[in-house]
């Protein structure tokens, strides 16, 4: 099962349409955990600029992901993940 982290934040119109879009793929197994910013100084150090922020969880390690275009459909966003993946193996 893959493990995604989705680093977001509340009001942000951007997360909210990636994390949708992540819930409707079918085709991958996937683990999806939404991170709050705003409840951890360390993230929203990282990301208050960043958000949405997709990561891979790899043996413990987080990888992030080049940031997806919110123009993406499903089935486009489902490529995406997979284009990347290959890139990290």
């Known amino acids: 099962m893959l493990q995604l982290i989705l ?14 879009k992540l ?7 996937l ?3 939404i991170r709050d910013i705003t409840t951890c100084q360390d993230w929203f150090t990282a990301y208050q600029y960043e958000v949405p922020v997709l990561s ?3 043996e413990g ?3 992030n992901l080049p940031r ?9 966003l489902e490529q995406f993940i ?6 990290i193996n």
């Open 68 to 76: 997806p275009s919110p123009r993406l459909n499903v089935a486009q």
């Open 56 to 58: 891979v969880l790899r």
């Open 23 to 29: 819930e409707k793929i079918d085709n991958l197994k």
């Open 82 to 87: 997979q284009k990347h993946l290959l890139t």
């Open 61 to 63: 390690s987080e990888i």
């Open 7 to 20: 680093y977001s934040k509340p009001g942000c119109h951007l997360c909210e349409g990636l994390q949708e």
């Open 31 to 33: 683990d999806l955990q």
